[in-house]
């Protein structure tokens, strides 16, 4: 304490002074108006300056939280999102579904289904589909599957809830088809590439031309008439001479599949046993 007294009684003078600058400040800021201005107009700067910078401070210590409410949000966004994907596929699906119906009215006793591909193959000699329905959604072996751009193949064998199709990329599949206003033929795979097919003994008598379409001909339990295959690339001669063959290439790219139509004849059976008497 006696060291304190000794400071202070030795730099009394500053002490002093210091005194006397502080009661003149005052006496300058409180006796007149525009330096009481001045002063209070800087002091209410630097406290906002303050108070600014405390609030940033405050805000980048809340970042986390409110990162972690964005990230909350942006999750249920993105499920709804999803959700509202699925709504409109389904009533994509319907849509199309219903315009099918409506252009095959003359095809009476067929009936459409959707369904989804969940395996596919194209790089084998017999390739195959797998799409994600079966017997219990009323999807049976020999019913025809197409998308939005043309026919895939025909369904081979189900289970409860899953099917395998053989497309059209497959060696043993046949198609019954017709050139578009012209005459009927086959369609068939020759193992090689995929966005080609074949039709086969095309008659020499028509006149068949680069860029016909190919459809289905409607004379099978299995498709309706006029589901587009695809156009006519290139014609030959057949082997023997006596008949064209021609270079179909494919509406349908088969490295991009996802969802698809089956349709079933619910005549099928009754037409089928009618022919067998004749073979």
């Known amino acids: 304490m006696r060291s304190i007294l000794?400071?202070?009684?030795?730099?009394?003078?500053?002490?002093?002074?210091?005194?006397?600058?502080g009661i003149s400040f005052v006496l300058v800021v409180f006796f007149n108006n525009y330096q009481r201005a001045t002063i209070f107009t800087?002091?209410?700067?630097?406290?906002?300056?303050i108070y600014s910078a405390i609030t940033n401070v405050d805000s980048y210590f809340g970042l986390k939280s409110?990162?972690?409410?964005?990230?909350?949000?942006?999750?249920?966004?993105?499920?709804?999102?999803?959700?509202?994907?699925?709504?409109?596929?389904?009533?994509?699906?319907?849509?199309?579904?219903?315009?099918m119906q409506f252009t095959s009215q003359h095809n009476e006793?067929?009936?459409y289904n959707t369904a989804k591909v969940v395996n596919n193959s194209i790089n084998k000699v017999n390739n195959y589909i797998t799409i994600d329905k079966g017997t219990s959604q009323g999807v049976n072996s020999q019913m025809g599957v197409f998308n939005d751009q043309g026919v895939i193949g025909v369904t081979y064998t189900s289970s409860s809830n899953y099917t395998v199709v053989m497309p059209l990329l497959n060696s043993k599949s046949i198609i019954s088809c017709k050139?578009?206003?012209?005459?009927?033929?086959t369609l068939k795979w020759d193992g090689m590439e995929t966005r080609y097919s074949y039709l086969i003994d095309l008659p020499r008598y028509e006149l068949?031309?680069?860029?016909?379409?190919?459809?289905?001909?409607?004379f099978s339990s299995i498709f309706p008439a006029g589901i587009p295959l695809g156009r006519i690339d290139r014609l030959e001669d057949s082997a023997d001479g006596q008949s064209y063959r021609a270079r179909v290439e494919l509406f349908?790219?088969?490295s991009d599949i996802d969802n698809v139509f089956v349709v079933g004849n619910s005549n099928r059976e009754?037409?089928?046993?009618?022919?067998?008497?004749?073979?």
């Open 66 to 99: 409110e990162n972690e409410i964005l990230v909350d949000h942006n999750k249920k966004l993105i499920n709804d999102i999803e959700i509202l994907k699925a709504r409109l596929r389904e009533y994509e699906d319907s849509a199309s579904i219903a315009n």
């Open 179 to 185: 050139v578009k206003d012209k005459g009927l033929c």
């Open 270 to 279: 009754e037409q089928e046993e009618l022919e067998e008497i004749f073979n």
């Open 6 to 21: 000794d400071i202070l009684i030795k730099h009394n003078h500053w002490f002093l002074f210091l005194l006397l600058e």
């Open 252 to 254: 349908v790219d088969f």
């Open 208 to 218: 068949f031309e680069n860029g016909d379409t190919v459809v289905t001909s409607g």
């Open 109 to 111: 006793g067929f009936y």
């Open 42 to 49: 800087s002091a209410n700067s630097i406290a906002g300056n």
